[in-house]
């Protein structure tokens, strides 16, 4: 599946506002029965998603028409537990683009940037109000700015550098996976293999 590229995003946001959410929360561990990164948004969230007689649950926000967008707002400690890739791939399969907390697990992190997906650490004091903003007005909207590395609240514009990694910011400013970025700078590992024979 390619990787899109990523610049500016604004859009509505869809909150999770739980702590510590684990892997196995974002994907139970029985629908890891593929290796390709299709098919798993179906199953994001599955055991808050549904009940068990997989009737949708009303209350939980993913099934909430109020709510929509690319970007997941999610509690403190994303991504903890085990470290399986599948948690991005669910993830950015559903349709997100970013995902906002004030910290990430670190493997959870590295997954989500190999898959196209970015992870906005914010300040818990910034996460707090974009959780307000959302339960006062579900449609408020906000601006994920790649190249300036901003988070913006649209209807206040109060903004939040956030850090990343320099390779893997360029990936998703190109839409590259690893691969596809050697590839992209194949002329110059020639040359150099040239200069260095």
């Known amino acids: 599946m390619p990787i899109p590229k990523f610049t500016t995003l604004t859009c509505g946001a869809v909150p999770v506002a739980h ?4 892997t196995d929360q974002i994907i139970p561990a029985r629908f890891l029965t593929a290796v390709e990164r299709k098919g ?3 199953n994001l969230f599955r055991d808050w ?3 068990k007689q997989d009737q949708p649950i009303a209350s939980f926000s993913l099934n909430d028409s109020r709510y929509s967008g690319q970007i997941l707002v999610a509690g403190k400690n994303f991504g903890c537990g085990s470290s399986r890739e599948h948690a991005a791939w669910a993830i950015f399969d559903y349709g997100f683009r970013v995902v906002v907390s004030s910290f990430f697990a670190d493997i959870f992190r590295g997954n989500a940037l ?4 970015l992870p ?3 300040s818990e004091e910034f996460l707090a109000e974009m959780f307000a903003r959302i339960e006062s007005e579900p449609s408020t909207t906000f601006t994920v700015d790649l190249p300036e590395q901003t988070i913006t609240i649209d209807a206040t514009g109060r903004s939040e550098k ?3 990694d320099a390779y893997k910011k360029k990936c998703l400013l190109g839409g590259f996976d690893d691969v596809d970025y050697l ?8 040359e150099y293999e040239q200069r260095t024979k």
């Open 40 to 42: 798993f948004g179906a």
């Open 183 to 190: 590839r992209s700078i194949s002329d110059q590992i020639e």
């Open 49 to 51: 998603r549904y009940d």
């Open 120 to 122: 906005v650490m914010v």
């Open 114 to 117: 190999n898959n196209g997906l």
């Open 19 to 22: 702590e510590n959410i684990d």
């Open 162 to 164: 956030f850090e990343i």
